[in-house]
């Protein structure tokens, strides 16, 4: 899960990093007084949950009542991305000398935390100029290391002594939250010559949330997406027709390229897991019942240990109770499949030998 | 470099050859069970199971139930296991099996936390074992050991090794080899976590050097840059076999996680472009489709005759 960035700034406060006055709110109301609070000049930054924010006009500069009557509402009826707004954060605007880049994230395959710093930050991480990179291990970022980074920066003095002590602090809010990256673009450095963190991206591993009830406030999930985990699927909602469901988050990748690469828009990403059962099938069908933009779904199973005979059960279920009236393309094979097909004759479910034909008759059947 | 026939098969003479002993680590639970006696019918020498507790029971009537690994490994001399517990409790199952002198651990479970794997591999290194996972399929060689929850249809015995990040794909695309008349010599489930115990090129080196291998085929997936990796490697060591790669998650949106934890591409690190690029680099074709792999692989082969 990635964090907001006011969420990230939560933390990054607990931690100690330098922050500027900052306020979210979610209605132009509660943002008024936040308003009188902070007093102009400030910056309106939008809350969503992707980078680019301000390339797509999602943080504004405020200098009076008028300006902000004007671009709270703007920015708030934003769409980044295809993420609507969360929040809004006002956030005291800075005099800054020079902007930084730091991340700590964790190196897939060197197996341990890197960091990355950069003199020359503000811009997205690919374009960062001259990075340095260091590998840290499982543990905190020692004192020598966090110096020789502030070093190859050319930081010099308070600056220097402010940017180790951020470092610092960054690495241990790393390790004890168990994040896969946390990002400060731009760390900026002030006309004080002190360090401030402008912005903040925090990404979780979502596996270790069990250890972390106190990020668990943070979660952001639609109903459907809830779920969906309760019941042991992966869902990603996407904005297309084409509900694709199967098994193994492979598979349904493959799938969801397939179907791009003939023309088709998917509406969802469904992984219905390893151990699909007739009722876990049907809770899905449920899922996708309630996905108003879906227009036909599209089933790719490799029956393995998962019989396809136990999914060929959940969709005549679905028939019966009237729980979908969409046009259905799916292609079973492996265990059982010879009858899970016999099952089907005569459905609304259209089975196709290969996936590819199952694309195609998608593809067309939805544009009826 | 890890001898994995060794492990997995051993060599003529050995008292045990191709029936090298298997430990299931949570043995009487639902899964663990029902992927027993799966294993068992593929031919696999399950010899003990281990779940605290329930030390002493038979699985199936047989099979001794030991309550820690120590006394496994002890009873057994076994140097496989393969982890069926619940996510939360994989760390202390797989220090178990690793203390114990397990040399070749399987890690079933999804959800592990990455920092969890991180300790399981640091310790795996000291003691000189090799971990494959977590959120695998597991590894076998067709038609002699099954240490994993694969099907047995798609597989057949054969020259081609198949490397795959995902379960379903490498059922799909094994099985689409099998009926193009590409048995396999072995199938490694790298898994689909962001952080593995064998990572694409520790498969590719197990591999790339069994004597009588035709090909290789690689079913990457977006998410951080195991495949570039390996590409390099291929590239710099000279590797002249036929090889083929697939990539799932061309029109995944960024930033997204695609149902495997390491599924993500963040800015361009773990995109698609980025692999396809890396392997044409490498001079390997990359399937638009699973299908594909076969017709690609056939094609690789007639150039390199």
Avoid at chain 1, 109 to 119: D, F, G, P, V
Avoid at chain 2, 89 to 101: E, T, V
Avoid at chain 2, 116 to 132: R, S
Wanted: net charge negative.
């Amino acid at each position: 899960m990635q964090l907001l960035e006011f969420q990230a700034k939560e933390l990054f406060r607990e931690y100690g990093i330098n922050l500027l006055k900052s306020i979210s709110s979610t209605n132009i109301e509660e943002g008024r007084k936040h308003a009188k609070e902070l007093g102009y000049p400030f910056v309106i930054k939008i809350q969503v949950p992707v980078g680019g924010r301000g390339k797509a006009g999602g943080i504004q500069k405020c200098q009076n009542d008028d300006e902000f009557e004007l671009k709270y509402p703007q920015v708030m009826d934003l769409t980044i991305k295809g993420e609507k707004a969360r929040a809004i954060l006002l956030e005291k605007m800075a005099d800054i000398k020079k902007e930084l880049y730091l991340s700590l994230f964790l190196n897939r395959s060197k197996r341990c935390y890197t960091i990355i710093a950069s003199a020359e930050g503000g811009v997205e991480i690919e374009s960062v100029k001259n990075q340095i990179i260091k590998e840290v291990g499982l543990g905190d970022v020692s004192d020598e290391l966090a110096r020789e980074v502030a070093k190859e920066m050319k930081l010099e003095g308070k600056t220097a002594e402010q940017f180790v002590d951020t470092l610092k602090k960054l690495s241990k809010l790393t390790i004890e939250k168990e994040a896969e990256l946390v990002e400060i673009n731009p760390l900026a450095i002030m006309q004080d010559d002190s360090i401030m963190a402008l912005d903040g991206k925090f990404v979780t591993d979502d596996n270790s949330n069990f250890r972390h009830p106190e990020l668990q406030k943070y979660q952001e999930k639609t109903a459907i997406e809830e779920q969906a985990e309760k019941s042991g699927f992966s869902l990603v909602e996407l904005d297309g027709d084409i509900a694709v469901v199967g098994n193994g988050a492979g598979l349904v990748m493959s799938t969801l390229d397939m179907l791009s690469d003939n023309g088709g828009k998917p509406a969802c990403f469904l992984d219905v897991g390893g151990g699909a059962t007739t009722e876990s099938v049907y809770e899905a069908l449920t899922l996708i019942s309630k996905l108003d933009r879906v227009k036909g779904i599209l089933v790719n199973l490799y029956g393995g240990i998962v019989k396809t005979t136990v999914v060929a059960e959940a969709f005549l279920k679905a028939y019966e109770n009237n729980l979908i009236d969409l046009p259905v393309f799916s292609r079973l094979k492996g265990t059982e499949s010879e009858k899970a097909k016999e099952m089907l004759q005569g459905s609304r479910t259209n089975i196709f030998d290969s996936v590819e034909e199952a694309i195609n008759a998608a593809v067309m059947g939805v544009k009826k | 470099m890890t001898d994995i026939f060794g492990l997995l098969r051993g060599n003529p003479g050995d008292p045990d050859y191709k029936k090298k002993g298997v430990i299931v680590q949570g043995i009487t639970g639902a899964y663990g069970s029902l992927h027993a006696k799966q294993m068992i019918a593929y031919g696999t020498n399950i010899v003990a199971g281990v779940t605290p507790g329930k030390g002493g029971e038979k699985f199936e009537g047989t099979i001794p139930v030991y309550n820690t690994m120590q006394e496994a490994v002890d009873a057994t001399n076994a140097k496989i296991s393969i982890v069926f517990v619940p996510a939360k409790f994989f760390l202390g199952a797989a220090k178990d099996a690793l203390n114990a002198g397990i040399k070749l651990l399987v890690a079933i479970p999804e959800h592990v936390p990455i920092r969890d794997t991180m300790e399981t591999l640091e310790l795996a290194k000291q003691k000189g074992a090799v971990v494959i996972g977590p959120n695998t399929p597991g590894i076998m060689i067709p038609e002699l050991i099954k240490v994993g929850i694969m099907p047995p249809m798609p597989f057949k015995a054969g020259k081609i090794a198949v490397l795959s990040k995902s379960g379903t794909l490498l059922y799909e695309i094994s099985d689409a080899l099998t009926n193009s008349g590409f048995g396999q010599s072995i199938t490694i489930g790298i898994g689909g976590d962001p952080v593995n115990g064998t990572r694409l090129i520790d498969a590719f080196e197990m591999v790339k050097d069994i004597p009588d291998l035709d090909g290789l085929v690689v079913v990457g997936e977006i998410g951080g840059d195991s495949e570039e990796i390996l590409a390099q490697r291929i590239i710099d060591s000279g590797f002249k076999k036929p090889t083929v790669a697939y990539i799932a998650g061309r029109a995944a949106p960024k930033e997204k996680r695609m149902g495997h934890a390491g599924a993500i591409v963040m800015g361009t690190y773990g995109s698609a472009e980025s692999k396809v690029s890396m392997f044409n680099k490498a001079n390997i074709p990359v399937a638009k489709r699973p299908a594909e792999v076969p017709v690609l692989l056939a094609g690789k082969m007639e150039k390199s005759d």
